[in-house]
């Protein structure tokens, strides 16, 4: 499927899900064609109806998944933090992961993409607390913490450390698993 329209600049807002990230839409041909993406942490679905509108199956995870039941997704509503890990036999052609951080998941997050998938991740990083929330540093990324949460694992394709235009201090990261 021809994704070169997913620069994340003309991508439209997802009845009422919000827009997708730009560095989501822009990374999104790194997941091969057809392979599952797993959105974990979903919220509304913003995502997961990206990866559907490109043909991938989708499974949508979160606490409440009220607003993602619409989207023909396999929806799996887990507490990430206070639970078991919900996908312990299962690995996705991609991982995508924003304004979200639960440091012990990292290494399951990585550890589930599959040979030739892609693990897209942003959020905030070390210095959000000047611009507002999030400001607790327990959720926000330390300068170098998805490169070596990837690290002997997965290449790193792209990776951003730093201020935003939103105005935020964010860190993102698309890398692959060899395959």
């Known amino acids: 499927m021809d994704r070169s329209h997913l620069d994340g600049t003309n991508a439209a807002p997802r009845q009422g899900r919000g827009r997708p990230s730009a560095w989501i839409s822009a990374h999104a041909g ?37 607003g993602v039941a619409d989207l023909g997704a396999e929806v799996v ?36 993409v599959e040979p030739g998938g892609a693990l897209l991740y942003e959020t905030f990083a070390l210095g959000n607390a000047r611009f507002g929330r999030p400001s607790n540093p327990d959720f926000l990324l330390r300068p170098g913490e998805l490169l070596a ?5 997965l290449v790193v394709r792209a990776y951003f450390d730093g201020e935003t235009d939103e105005p935020a201090m964010r860190q993102r990261i698309a890398a692959v698993r060899p395959g």
């Open 77 to 112: 509503r887990a507490d990430l933090e206070d639970g078991p890990w919900p996908f312990p036999h299962r690995r996705f052609a991609g991982i995508v992961v924003t304004n979200y951080l639960w440091r012990p998941l990292l290494p399951r997050i990585v550890a589930a």
């Open 149 to 153: 949460a990837v690290a002997g694992q």
């Open 30 to 66: 790194l997941v091969p064609a057809g392979g599952t993406v797993l959105d974990l942490a979903c919220g509304a679905g913003r995502h997961a109806a990206l990866f559907r509108e490109c043909g991938h199956p989708v499974v949508a995870v979160d606490r409440d998944i009220a």
